[in-house]
């Protein structure tokens, strides 16, 4: 009897930590952080009203990011990446995941403007 209730204790102590280390879900996998905004930022999903980008704003696949003239940007991604967004600057991201340990998806289409990306190996 005095094993079993050792043992709960262990369990109860142990069972925590090892839920804390299991991999987070994907939901980081496929959006982009902005750490820097300076100026007029916004981004827009098709269908819905723009909104201003600021420090801390996600962007997912399938948005558009506009920067307006003295405006600038930088968006960070689930693998440390980085993209700087310049002033007079119009960019959708097309497709943004990690697919495995090895892979992964980053694709831009730029309208107008200049993008400077600063891209980490996996």
């Known amino acids: ?12 102590l142990a069972l925590p930590q090892v839920v804390g280390a299991a991999p ?33 704003s996600t962007v997912r696949a399938g948005e558009k990011v506009t920067a ?9 991604f689930f693998d440390g990446s980085e993209l700087k967004v310049s ?4 960019f959708t991201i097309s497709q943004l995941q990690k697919e495995g340990l090895q ?5 831009f289409k730029l309208a107008f403007g200049e993008l400077w990306a600063n891209v980490k190996k996996l």
């Open 87 to 90: 002033p007079k600057t119009q």
């Open 1 to 12: 009897m005095r094993i079993i209730y050792v043992m709960t204790i262990i369990l109860g």
């Open 24 to 56: 987070k879900s994907g939901k980081t996998n496929n959006q982009g952080v902005f750490t820097s905004v300076s100026g007029k930022v916004e981004i827009k999903k098709k269908g819905k009203k723009a909104r201003k980008a600021k420090n801390g």
């Open 103 to 107: 892979d992964k998806v980053m694709k």
């Open 68 to 76: 307006s003239n003295n405006s600038s940007a930088v968006l960070r």
